[in-house]
């Protein structure tokens, strides 16, 4: 089995920065991508980030360029640095490991991200 726990969560202002860590345990020899998803009051959750065990990167369009992801191989942790944040990105953000060839997918339990003056 494969436990993720993320940490970093809390509230800040409009224009402030937040970073969010994942850190992974367990069974991860099957475990290739780790990505963040969000999810907001009434909304779908949706992906965020996502980086792959060599370091490739995806983002959704509504975070690039102010949002980076991460990974320390070495620590089994996953990184999400949020800078310029905005209301609309206040949501329960998740953190995400998935092994692609064996199709496993494990979740956090979330941390909430509240932007607000």
């Known amino acids: 089995q494969v436990q993720l726990v993320e940490s970093g969560g809390g509230l800040v202002q409009p224009g402030g920065s937040l970073r969010l860590s994942c850190a992974v345990s367990?069974?991860?020899?099957?475990?290739?991508?780790m990505g963040w998803y969000r999810q907001a009051p009434g909304k779908q959750r949706e992906l965020v980030a996502f980086?792959?065990?060599?370091?490739?990167?995806t983002y959704a369009d509504s975070v690039k360029g102010r949002f980076t992801i991460s990974r320390d191989n070495a620590k089994n942790t996953v990184y999400l640095q949020m800078n310029s944040l905005k209301p609309e990105d206040a949501a329960v953000y998740y953190c995400?490991?998935?092994?692609?060839?064996?199709?496993?997918?494990?979740w956090g339990p979330g941390t909430q991200v509240t932007v607000s003056s």
């Open positions: 995400n490991a998935r092994g692609t060839v064996t199709g496993s997918s494990y």
């Open positions: 367990g069974t991860i020899f099957s475990i290739d991508v």
């Open positions: 980086i792959t065990h060599g370091g490739a990167t």
